[in-house]
């Protein structure tokens, strides 16, 4: 099913989408990637603040390349998410409403993902010039100092995305496995 969602999105429209449905992304989302979730787990280990707020919000596992003129962003495309599986339930726990990538995620997450009804997006891998077609607008508010992978609160108009784990921990990964040897 296509389903049009706006971010930041909460835990009752979250609830609605299944594993397999095609969304289109409007609103705001965060950016960050290794680096940027490393500070981010200090931060907390410091009982300092986050640099943005994650309640309800999604987070985009990518870090873009330069942008060309008259461009927002360069090419956009998603990084392995399996890379923060150690950070995600921390942010998750604290209300994260999901999370962009590609590739699998761990029992962690996927537990802490159903704890707190959140959702796991897959952006397509190799598709990163198309993907940035749909970021209007990127602006850099955190860890500048990282360069790419400093956190961007990016503006988007119908992102493609597919809902890989929903929030009751239906996995697209392994459902999709199961039909094709079923076939």
Do not use: C, W
């Amino acid at each position: 099913m296509n389903v049009e969602i706006n971010a930041p999105i909460d835990k009752k429209a979250l609830s609605e989408l299944n594993s397999g449905d095609m969304v289109f992304i409007s609103g705001t989302i965060y950016t960050a990637r290794d680096a940027a979730h490393k500070r981010m787990a200090q931060a907390l280990a410091s009982g300092e603040d986050l640099p943005i707020d994650v309640k309800d919000n999604l987070i985009y596992y990518m870090g873009p390349s330069p942008a060309r003129e008259g461009r927002p962003i360069g090419s956009a495309g998603p990084t392995t998410a399996s890379r923060m599986d150690k950070y995600a339930p921390a942010l998750l726990d604290l209300g994260l409403g999901g999370m962009i990538g590609k590739g699998k995620r761990n029992k962690d997450v996927i537990d802490a993902m159903i704890r707190n009804g959140a959702v796991y997006f897959a952006a397509i891998g190799g598709a990163g010039a198309l993907l940035s077609k749909a970021i209007v607008e990127s602006e850099v508010i955190a860890y500048d100092d990282l360069g790419t992978e400093a956190i961007r609160k990016l503006k988007v108009e119908r992102f493609p995305a597919i809902v890989v784990i929903d929030s009751k921990g239906n996995n697209l990964y392994e459902t999709a496995i199961l039909e094709y040897q079923e076939e």
